[in-house]
């Protein structure tokens, strides 16, 4: 079945650095998306993205999907204590949401 | 915009019980809802499909009459743990999408500890 790994499974920066996670899929997906969970917390929806090589952005956060949508990353620029949190991947198939790995991203000063 | 309602946060039970997890959609009608199970510091693993009016899918693996489904309304599902066990412990998250909806509102997850 389908697999989506996520790599590094954890991250530790300091308040400034960037960050990036990367999502790799066994087959070609049909679109990505990205939730952030925060600790304790329930997945909250960031994007969705379609389109072969698509780039989309939300200020500090941007996304790509791979030209041959088999993979996606979320890269965020200066991070900030309020990015601590775990970054998943997930694809959407047959009305099913598959999610990734994650990503667990811990910031601090 | 679209809010999950799941209930309860927290439940803490004897071995053998079973307890009931609810989760509701409070301003759409929810066609579809999906229950995803998380273990400590891992990703949610999808447990079952519940449409409404019809019997749950549930993925490989998942005891149907173990974890009981139930979608009798477009606003309502639940979830039933049966005879939980310890190893049951595990943090509990509904979603829904409203028809058309290739997006899933989360509720906010039920953390159930098995004593």
């Known amino acids: 079945g389908q697999q989506v790994m996520q790599i590094p499974q954890y991250q530790h920066v300091q308040e400034g650095e960037d960050f990036t996670t990367y999502c790799n899929s066994s087959?070609?997906?049909?679109?990505i998306q990205w939730y952030k969970q925060r600790p304790g917390g329930h997945p909250v929806f960031l994007i969705q993205l379609v389109k072969s090589g698509e780039v989309k952005k939300q200020k500090r956060l941007t996304f790509q999907f791979g030209e041959a949508k088999k993979n996606s990353s979320l890269h965020i620029t200066a991070t900030q204590t309020t990015d601590v949190g775990t970054y998943f991947c997930?694809?959407?198939?047959?009305?099913?949401?598959?999610f990734g790995t994650g990503t667990r991203l811990q910031v601090t000063l | 915009g679209a809010v999950v309602s799941q209930h309860p946060s927290w439940v803490i039970c004897k071995s053998g019980t079973s307890v009931k997890i609810e989760c509701r959609s409070l301003d759409f009608q929810a066609t579809t809802m999906f229950w995803y199970r998380q273990f400590p510091k891992q990703s949610l693993m999808l447990m079952a499909t519940s449409n409404e009016g019809s019997k749950a899918t549930y993925e490989q693996g998942v005891e149907k009459d173990k974890f009981l489904i139930n979608h009798a309304s477009l606003t309502l599902s639940t979830l039933t743990v049966t005879s939980a066990h310890p190893e049951d412990s595990s943090f509990y998250i509904c979603?829904?999408?409203?028809?058309?909806?290739?997006?899933?509102?989360f509720g906010a997850g039920s953390r159930l500890t098995v004593l």
């Open positions: 087959t070609t997906l049909s679109n």
């Open positions: 997930a694809s959407l198939t047959a009305s099913k949401l598959t």
């Open positions: 979603s829904a999408s409203g028809s058309g909806a290739n997006v899933l509102t």
